[in-house]
């Protein structure tokens, strides 16, 4: 598919994702010239009617929506039977890759993401769209922080009839709603059982619910009681636990009624972390559930009660007609003989098992497991999954723990294991660069180690193991080679104290180091020149061209002896001055004298003051008694 052009506008670039009926790939639009994300209906499905109209159904569904939180869909079109959506294309990562790499989200964080998904289900269910597959994995958090719902292939449109599961049950069982575990009524409140599941999982880390089978997980969906996120992680604010607690009752008429609802829990638990909301207490209303596959062969999705009702009747006729119709037959098989009765045990009394769970298992174990209380077992279909190991049973029909007619196989699903992907080019990019790619197709990170390189920049990959190019089953871990750039050489700082400051040099020098800043320090014992200390010990192991610093002698420290002496002050009048009283103040030993006070005129030229003194003497120069500046002068001589 890369490369292809798609309705003559969308050029697929490269695969960046997969789901059971699809494949999603990044494109570029022509047209519009920007980049989108286009799913494409697996072409083993094309063919299969029921598969080409729930992809039709998710386009037609999905495309009614409009929201910052919900991904867009921009385009349908069918191409040489490639069947397509045009999407958002969305710069980000899933909630699910998220929550893996942090293991969990803090409370305000996951209350934010949360409040996001909850204002998209709003708009989704104002429109009569339930999801139906709220999970981590179809939530994409942008860079910005921006949620956004994506994944509408098993919405349905809402009518004013009631909705139910024809066939098989649709969702993703961590995340399932009692109601869809067992194949029951599904409304806009299973929608908000999932998003409890995915804020119980931001906060923990965790989903409720584990189990060595999908059949086992949705049984604990139905049966067991959820344990409260503060039981399993500290801090968990009540107002929060509240919110969740009450989103994931097992009776929906226990949960909120809308999703505007939840949203306002949200929002006020966000402007106040240490609300407590009322609980009217949490019972679990619902009755023992039996769970039994559907058999609705004739694929109606909408039943009213008064066709329930009228099927109930039609059946109680249809059930006398039978017992009349049997009576009958027994009559006339008791007239024939010994034989006929024979007969009626074989028509009235076969015999049915409770059938074993068999999925995980191998085809051979399976076989086995059916055969022990008389089954058989029929392949009807192999599917890529990642999750079950190939030549393993994906699913069964009917499911474990039901009961069944040994005359009626179990019909099941083999896995092919993973889908299989081509291992991408990745020398010459930077590591991260190499992990994004790799998470692209399907690939994920194995080990990586550095190595020296004096052509290759630090950070960027050097070799890659499997090889560009090979076909291997996704989830596969490709090992990377980063370069740590040039080897670093180790050599021994020389020891120059001592020695003049040119044969430091050069044996600094030889040693593969730099000279670096000089320091000159007065030294009674150091001649003036040489070296009295370096700023790295010497036999100290450093990387070649390091730089060293050295404190070189002065000799000894001169101290100025005070003398008396004369200097003479040139003092210059502003231009154009007349007749300016100019004093010479000196202070010496704390004595303050007038050195010189007359009147002069600039035009006089510039005056010559000669001031006596001993050591160190201030003078202040004052035109008309004001200081126009000051200095210090010094009478010494260095000994």
């Known amino acids: ?23 999603v790939y990044k494109a570029r639009c022509g047209l519009l010239n920007r980049f989108v994300a286009v799913k494409v209906l697996r072409p083993e499905f094309t063919s299969d009617e029921n598969f080409v109209k729930k992809f039709r159904q998710e386009s ?60 998209a289900l709003v708009h989704a269910h104002k429109n009569h769209i339930v999801h139906r597959d ?35 049950v649709i969702g993703s069982v961590h995340y399932f709603s009692p109601e869809q575990a067992r194949g029951g009524y599904i409304d806009e409140k299973s929608d908000l059982y999932s998003l409890g599941i995915v804020l119980y999982e931001m906060v923990t880390g965790r989903v409720p619910f584990e189990g060595e089978s999908p059949i086992s997980i949705a049984l604990k969906h139905i049966q067991e009681t959820v344990t409260p996120p503060a039981e399993i992680i500290d801090g968990v604010p009540a107002g929060l636990e509240q919110i969740i607690m009450k989103a994931i009752q097992k009776d929906p008429g226990s949960r909120y009624e809308t999703a505007g609802q939840m949203l306002d829990d949200l929002n006020a638990f966000i402007k106040n972390n240490d609300i407590l909301f009322e609980t009217q207490g949490f019972e679990d209303k619902e009755s023992p559930t039996i769970i039994m596959p559907a058999v609705n062969k004739g694929g109606a999705e909408d039943r009213t009660n008064t066709n329930k009702k009228a099927r109930e009747k039609n059946s109680r006729q249809n059930n006398k007609k039978t017992i009349i119709a049997i009576a009958l037959i027994i009559m006339a098989l008791i007239v024939v003989g010994y034989g006929g009765s024979i007969l009626v045990k074989k028509l009235l009394f076969v015999d049915v ?41 994906i699913s069964q029909h009917p499911l474990g723990g039901t009961e069944n007619k040994v005359t009626n196989p179990v019909l099941v699903i083999l896995s092919l294991g993973p889908e299989k992907t081509e291992v991408p080019y990745l020398i010459n990019l930077s590591a991260a660069e190499a992990q994004a790619k790799l998470q692209q197709r399907g690939l994920v990170d194995g080990e990586i180690t550095t190595r020296p390189s004096e052509t290759v920049t630090v950070g960027v990959v050097m070799d890659q193991s499997p090889q560009p190019g090979l076909m291997v089953d996704e989830g596969t871990p490709v090992d990377l080679v980063i370069s740590s750039g040039p080897e ?71 101290v100025p002896q005070p003398v008396e002496g004369t200097k003479v002050l040139t003092i210059n009048l502003p231009a154009g001055s007349k007749d300016v009283k100019v004093t010479v103040k000196k202070y010496q030993d704390g004595v303050e004298e007038i050195e010189y006070q007359m009147r002069h005129d600039a035009d006089e030229g510039p005056l010559k003051v000669a001031v006596t003194g001993k050591g160190q003497v201030r003078v202040v120069v004052l035109f008309d008694d004001v200081e126009q500046w000051s200095e210090t002068l010094n009478f010494t001589k260095e000994e």
């Open 1 to 23: 598919m890369i490369g292809k052009v798609l309705g003559n506008r969308y050029e697929i670039v490269e695969k960046i994702g997969s789901g059971g009926m699809s494949i």
């Open 60 to 119: 037609q569904a999905a495309a009614s929506l409009s929201h910052q939180n919900i991904v867009s869909i921009y385009d349908v079109g069918i191409d040489d039977d490639i069947h397509y959506i045009v999407m958002e294309y969305i710069e980000g990562r899933t909630l699910k890759q998220i929550i893996r790499e942090k293991g969990r989200l803090n409370p305000a964080q996951a209350a934010d993401i949360a409040q996001q998904i909850c204002k």
């Open 134 to 168: 709220i999970k981590p994995h179809n939530i994409l958090v942008t860079k910005d922080g921006t949620a956004k719902v994506t994944d509408f292939g098993i919405a349905r449109a809402v009518t004013s009839s009631t909705v139910t599961n024809t066939g098989s």
């Open 353 to 393: 098992v409770e059938v074993p769970d068999i999925i995980g298992k191998t085809q051979e174990e399976a076989e086995a497991e059916l055969k022990k209380v008389g089954l058989k077992m029929e392949i009807r279909d192999r599917k890529n999954n990642a999750e079950f190991l190939a030549g393993t049973i």
């Open 488 to 558: 670093i050489q180790q050599i021994t700082v020389p020891a120059v104290v001592g020695l003049d400051l040119q044969t430091a040099k050069t044996r600094i020098q030889n040693a593969g180091m730099i000279l670096g800043d000089t320091y000159p320090q007065e030294s009674d014992l150091v001649p003036e020149g040489y070296i009295i200390r370096q700023s790295i010990p010497p036999n100290t192991m450093v990387e070649k061209g390091a730089s060293i610093g050295l404190w070189v002698s002065t000799g000894k420290k001169v």
